[in-house]
Nanobody, 115 residues
Framework: QVQLVESGGGLVQPGGSLRLSCAAPRNIFTIYRMAWYRQAPGKQRDLVVSITSGGTTNYADDVKGRFTISRDNAKNTVYLQMNSLKPEDTAVYYC?????????WGQGTQVTVSS
């Protein structure tokens, strides 16, 4: 069983920032595509951003310019820096590791943007 360990969620006011972290086993982190998804109540789980082992990123349109994904290869950790947060960013955020037909998920971390 592959464990992806997430941290960093919480409550923040509109316009604020949060940083999420996801630590993965090294054999996963070095070759899998890492990504963040989010799921708001009553909605499907959607891709927020992904990053390949080579560093290629793919952002959802509604987070471009506000969110930044990065990898720390020494710590086997992927980060999601979220700036200029909006109430519509409120969701459970999930870390994902994917390679071919193999797909692993973190437990999810709640992000709530509210005044």
């Amino acid at each position: 069983q592959v464990q992806l360990v997430e941290s960093g969620g919480g409550l923040v006011q509109p316009g604020g920032s949060l940083r999420l972290s996801c630590a993965a086993p090294r054999n996963i982190f070095t070759i899998y595509r890492m990504a963040w998804y989010r799921q708001a109540p009553g909605k499907q789980r959607d891709l927020v951003v992904s990053i390949t082992s080579g560093g290629t990123t793919n952002y959802a349109d509604d987070v471009k310019g506000r969110f930044t994904i990065s990898r720390d290869n020494a710590k086997n950790t992927v980060y999601l820096q979220m700036n200029s947060l909006k109430p519509e960013d409120t969701a459970v955020y999930y870390c994902n590791a994917a390679l071919a037909l193999r797909n692993f998920w973190g437990q999810g971390t709640q992000v709530t943007v509210s005044s």
